[in-house]
């Protein structure tokens, strides 16, 4: 529950909710909890006099302190200014590595999310160039793509899962073709956070869907990478993505979509894809189902080398700094629930 007060009541534990502008506030978050006194003078110093505060997330406030809630206005950002954004967080280097991982993650969403609006070739174009900025940074900074990549989701959507893939993605091809090739590097990062944009050519009740899918459903949503590589290939600098982007959901053994193809005859960018989503759909929370810890995911990737996936492309995912935030799983989780989510994460 949301409480209104004035900033001269705000104490080190509360959880606070700024207003969503970027510019109205000194934070690299709008959503945090209160950890020190430092931060309510950095806000009282920006001239904000009253804030919502989570009594849910933090310590609550008396009564008495309570003001009448008002909505903050929410700030539509366009595609441009989410990049800028993007680009300044990137380059300054004051920021300390886990923040700026988050801010990283937080405008990288916002750009996926955007461009699943209006996925138009122009768009594509577009955000391949924005993208380049969050790509050199995975392969330069180490720190920050640490970070990144201990980042998990707790809401599950497609441009989260996006990003992640993309993260992850990135993050294996840096190890797997080395980083000689800056330029293609580029086009494969893009790729990456662009696998599932065939899906908003999916009816969005059936990618939401809670539980599993009939089998007309799937036969629907198997049909995403071959919209998402339709997409991508109406641009001739898109078409190498496309290609990759097409064969993302083939499975080593050539038992999966849309070809059937198997082992090499695989892009290597679609391998590395394959791991990257099948690791974050079985660590990330649905509305259905318990998520696995990295742990079990990472045992899940082991038990299926050869299989679903290339086993040097898990190998190298293992050998990556990858300790995401723990998840506990609620006691009472039988196998068979455990072979479920598999099955989830492989319907994908
Ligand atoms: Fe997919």
């Known amino acids: 529950m949301l409480k209104r007060i004035k900033v001269s009541d705000l104490k080190v534990g509360m959880y606070v909710e700024l207003p969503s502008a970027w510019h109205a506030h000194p934070f690299i978050r709008n959503n945090f909890t209160i950890t020190s006194q430092k931060q309510i003078d950095k806000i009282v110093e920006h001239g904000i ?25 929410q700030e539509d950002l366009s595609a441009k200014v989410i990049a800028e954004k993007l680009k300044e967080v990137i380059e300054d280097k004051s920021i300390e590595p886990q923040p700026k991982a988050q801010a990283v993650h937080l405008y990288s969403e916002k750009m ?5 609006e209006k996925p138009t070739g122009e768009n594509i174009a577009q955000f391949k160039k ?14 920050t793509s640490n970070h990144l990549r201990k980042l998990t989701s707790y809401d ?25 090739d800056g330029h293609d590097m580029h086009a494969l990062g893009a790729g990456f ?16 869907k809670p539980g599993r899918l009939t089998d007309e459903e799937y036969e629907l949503v198997k049909m995403h990478p071959v919209w998402g590589a339709k997409v991508l290939m109406t641009s001739e600098k898109l078409l190498d993505i496309g ?8 499975r080593y053994d050539g038992r999966g979509y849309p070809d059937g193809i198997s082992g090499n005859a695989i892009p290597l960018a679609s391998r590395i894809i394959c791991v990257a989503d099948s ?22 990737l082991k038990r299926n080398k050869s299989i679903q996936f290339d086993p040097e492309i898990v190998d190298v995912f293992l050998s990556l700094d990858s300790e995401s935030q723990e998840v506990p799983i609620p006691s009472g989780e039988t196998d068979i629930n455990l072979a479920n989510r598999i099955w989830d994460s492989s319907k994908r």
């Open 49 to 73: 006099l009253e804030v919502n505060i989570n009594v849910d997330k933090g310590v609550s406030a008396p009564e008495e302190s309570a003001l009448p809630r008002r909505e903050e206005p």
């Open 112 to 116: 996926i999310s955007k461009l699943l």
């Open 130 to 143: 924005d993208i380049v900025n969050v790509v050199d940074l995975i392969l330069e900074d180490d720190a």
């Open 156 to 180: 599950y959507d497609t441009y989260i899962h996006s990003v992640n893939v993309g993260v992850y993605g990135v993050s294996l091809a840096k190890v797997v073709f080395g980083r000689s």
């Open 193 to 208: 956070f662009l696998h599932d944009i065939g899906k908003v050519y999916v009816d969005e009740a059936i990618i939401k």
């Open 243 to 250: 290609r990759f982007v097409l064969h993302h959901h083939e």
């Open 279 to 300: 690791y974050d759909a079985m660590t990330s929370q649905r509305s259905y189902r318990t998520p696995f810890t990295p742990q079990q995911a990472k045992e899940e």
